[in-house]
């Protein structure tokens, strides 16, 4: 049972970057999905979450109109979909799941003790150019 992260790397400022987040062991369309990120010497930042039950989804200020999270229940994963990106970005990006909606509108995504069901490893983005 396990979340694989994959399609972090490279990018120029103002590039995109698809991430996808396999699971494996469980049916990920059963969990609501979150994605955060964190950068060297900051705190944990959550930056978008779909929900089980309808797929609402869930981005902070910083990253809305610019990042979109999705699914794809055929094969069991999700997806971080990142536009116009800066070096603000660059980060570790991780995905969780979890078996209650609530981790996405309770915001539970954002807080690292949430004790959510799955996290995965982490796949870095570098945005340099």
């Known amino acids: 049972v396990q979340l694989v992260e994959s399609g972090g790397g490279l990018v120029q400022p103002g590039g995109s970057l698809r991430l996808s987040c396999a699971a494996s062991g469980f049916t990920l369309d059963h969990y609501a999905v979150g994605w955060f990120r964190q950068a060297p010497g900051k705190e944990r930042e959550g930056v978008a979450c779909i929900t089980s039950s309808d797929n609402s989804t869930y981005y902070p200020d910083s990253v809305r109109g610019r990042f979109t999270i999705s699914r794809d229940n055929a094969k069991n994963s999700a997806y971080l979909s990142m536009n116009r990106l800066t070096p603000d970005d660059a980060a570790v990006y991780y995905c969780?799941?979890?078996?209650?909606?609530?981790?996405?509108?309770?915001?539970?995504?954002?807080?690292?003790?949430?004790?959510?069901?799955?996290r995965g490893k982490g796949t870095l983005v570098t945005v340099s150019s």
């Open positions: 969780e799941a979890d078996d209650l909606d609530y981790y996405c509108s309770g915001y539970g995504f954002y807080i690292d003790n949430y004790g959510v069901n799955y």
